[in-house]
């Protein structure tokens, strides 16, 4: 693949001549792209992807880049003031809510307790006051009168 000589081989001639083309001349008939120096557009000078600077249209070049602001490094507390006041409020709401539900509970028992038991009561006192007062002094009861009487009659329309 290489060569195992790698020594300098003697030059054939010691200067080269060159001959240049002969110029020809300037054609008048030929159109000639025209860049009047007025319409030159600014030139700015980008680095390419290899590092190197390249001219470059003014319109065509990127953008620059903005540098951001500064930023502030002061340590932050370990919990956001804001967090800590809807965290506490979260429970606190929720302690509320606990007891607003345990306190209508007990007042909800209560009532349907009372409740069933004025019912009872109320249900003895018209029970009470609805029997005889003979049944409630005399222990043999009282004495109760059945008639029956049965009436038929008959008509014929006929």
Do not use: C
Request: charged share 15%.
């Amino acid at each position: 693949m290489y060569p195992e000589h790698t020594g300098h081989l003697p030059a054939e001639r010691a200067v080269t001549i060159h001959q240049p083309a002969a110029l020809a001349p300037y054609d008048l008939a030929a159109p000639v792209a025209m860049d009047p120096y007025a319409e030159r557009q600014p030139v700015v000078w980008v680095p390419d992807a290899y590092g190197r600077m390249v001219p470059m249209p003014k319109h065509l070049a990127p953008p620059a880049v903005v540098a951001p602001a500064p930023r502030d490094l002061t340590p932050l507390p370990l919990l956001d003031p804001v967090a800590q006041r809807l965290m506490g409020a979260g429970i606190g709401g929720g302690a509320l809510s606990a007891g607003a539900g345990y306190g209508i509970g007990e007042v909800v028992n209560a009532a349907a307790g009372f409740s069933g038991g004025a019912l009872i009561w109320i249900a003895l006192v018209v029970l009470a006051l609805r029997t005889p007062a003979r049944a409630i002094t005399s222990g043999k009861g009282s004495t109760v009168n059945i008639r029956k009487a049965v009436i038929k009659r008959s008509h014929f329309h006929g």
